[in-house]
């Protein structure tokens, strides 16, 4: 639309202008800090950093209404730049402007309803939210976009040049990473650690072909990040881990999507996210509270976070109902399906500790559950999500176990209504439904398939045909005849097909 035609009272809305200045806080000693260096924790204590706007009066001088308004009216300007996460500008990074944003098609993903079995199943609404349709095909792409905006930004502003960026990463961040730093080709360049064997082949190509480099080393995630570390604090690099706080603000864009694909009603809503690094769950849980402070919302959602029983300390630390006797541990994985969340030791921790705090404590109670399930509970909700026509991955399924776990619980109710993060797409992960589909999970798993998922390729071989295609040398237009309707009848019995 063009914004002529937007609404008189909100026109000068739509398309926002810098404003404000942002800083860093530190979590731990309440140290502020300038966003003009980079960097991605506390230089005096270590502490995780957080990001704030000043002034915030823009926020508290438009009322709910209006911004509900504004952010409707906002998807339908035809601007790059607002297309994405930046649609909720004012609650992102309002800094920016809106030339240095880049834009790679993340954020909008499909919201769809479960169909009928699986909601059946539950005994209530549920929607899936495919964040595996993000342009490097996972929600870190909504993180991603926001940090290399203000890196683009900055650089712009302080003359920077050949940024090197890097990140440790199970699969999806490294991928994210590489696609948006190849769009800056010349401004920025990646580095990637993997952990070697620990990421899926579709992974590893994402950013190989987007031309990072990729490093290798032994161990699992917990490993890479502390290499990584050691290459944040020692030299000059750009860190795209989730502890760069940027990342965390583009990704509240789910909870502001998702409130806004429910007309901003979601007290009734369960949101349901796998945790690993416990950054994307922090970040839904602040992205709801913004919401809330800024009166667009009136009520919180529940949170529902889900961990697999290989790779649980965020669950165990939830355990002890008591707060001052919760003690974080960090625990070492085992295999997992839900290998991008297969992490023992989340960097956002105290973010997750800080904001369930808050979150609960403005809801008046208790809000946040951590369910925990079982490898074969995750296999089998993923198997089921995809034979009833959705786009999970493991980790999506590792979603649909847990609001199956939480129903089994009496922690959701048949009144409410489920909203499952699908976090990637389910291709990246298809090795693991392979393995089900063949039994050949390593032992390690647990996991036995359920023969209602067998399935295979038919190898068509008609009976009695000597020439068949695809050998070399071509078909003379009646061997082709013969073979078409040989293979055709072939499958018309198998099928039990009747004829016309
Ligand atoms: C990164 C990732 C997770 C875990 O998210 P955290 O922010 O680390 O908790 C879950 N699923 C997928 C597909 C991921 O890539
Ligand atoms: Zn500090």
């Known amino acids: 639309m063009n914004i002529n035609d937007f609404p008189d009272d909100i026109r000068e809305n739509i398309i926002p202008n810098p404003y404000g200045s942002m800083f860093y806080r530190c979590l731990a000693c309440n140290r502020e800090f300038d966003i003009e260096n980079l960097l991605y924790t506390c230089p005096s204590c270590g502490g995780i950093l957080m990001l704030y706007q000043r002034p915030s009066e823009k926020i508290k ?73 993000n342009p490097s095909l996972s929600f870190k792409d909504r993180g991603m976009a926001c940090a290399l905006s203000f890196l683009n930004y900055l650089a712009a502003k302080k003359g920077l040049k050949n940024i090197l960026a890097i990140c440790a990463s199970t699969g999806d961040t490294s991928a994210s990473a590489a696609l948006y730093s190849a769009y800056l080709t010349g401004l920025v360049k990646s580095a990637v ?46 860190l795209l881990n989730s502890k760069n706080s940027w990342r965390i603000l583009g990704q509240e864009s789910f909870a502001f999507e998702v409130a806004q694909e429910f007309d901003y009603t979601v007290s009734d809503k369960v949101i349901v996210v796998p945790i690993g690094n416990a950054g994307n769950i922090s970040a839904i849980m602040s992205g709801f509270l913004k919401f809330l402070k800024a009166n667009i919302i009136s009520g919180l959602p529940k949170i529902l976070g889900v961990q697999s029983e290989h790779a649980n300390p965020v669950y165990r630390y939830y355990l002890e109902e008591d707060t001052p006797m919760r003690a974080f541990k960090p625990v070492h994985v085992k295999p997992s399906v839900a290998q991008a969340a297969m992490i023992g030791n989340p960097v956002s921790m105290p973010r997750v500790i800080d904001i369930v705090r808050e979150y609960n404590q403005v809801a008046g109670q208790k809000r946040v559950f951590v369910a925990q399930v079982t490898e074969q509970e995750i296999m089998d909700a993923t198997m089921a999500a995809n034979k009833n026509g959705h786009i999970v991955c493991t980790q999506g399924g590792e979603s649909l176990a847990g609001l199956m776990r939480a129903r089994e619980m009496g922690i959701v109710s048949d009144k409410e209504t489920g909203i499952l993060d699908s976090t990637a ?13 063949e039994d050949t999970f390593p032992e390690e798993f647990g996991i036995k398939p359920n023969k209602e998922y067998r399935n295979s390729p038919v190898s068509i071989i008609p009976e009695g045909i000597k020439k068949m295609p695809g050998t070399g040398e071509p078909l003379t237009e009646q061997e082709l005849q013969i073979f078409v309707r040989a293979s055709a009848e072939t499958i018309a019995n198998i099928l039990s097909l009747k004829k016309i």
């Open 61 to 133: 001088n438009i009322d709910g209404d209006a911004w509900r308004k504004i952010f409707d009216y906002r998807r339908m300007i035809n601007r790059s730049s607002l297309r994405g996460v930046f649609r909720f500008y004012e609650f992102i990074a309002p800094i920016i402007p809106l030339e240095s944003i880049v834009y790679l098609g993340e954020g909008s993903t499909p919201l769809v309803e479960a169909n009928t079995n699986i909601e059946q199943e539950i005994g209530l609404p549920v929607y899936f939210k495919y964040e595996g349709l």
């Open 193 to 238: 650690i993997l952990p070697k064997g620990k990421v899926t082949s579709q992974q590893l190509s994402q950013p190989i072909v987007s031309g990072a480099t990729v490093f290798e080393i032994p161990g699992v995630f917990d490993d890479c990040m502390k290499v990584v570390e050691v290459l944040s604090e020692k030299y000059n690099v750009a």
């Open 425 to 437: 797409h389910s291709l990246k992960f298809s090795g693991f439904q392979q393995m089900y589909l």
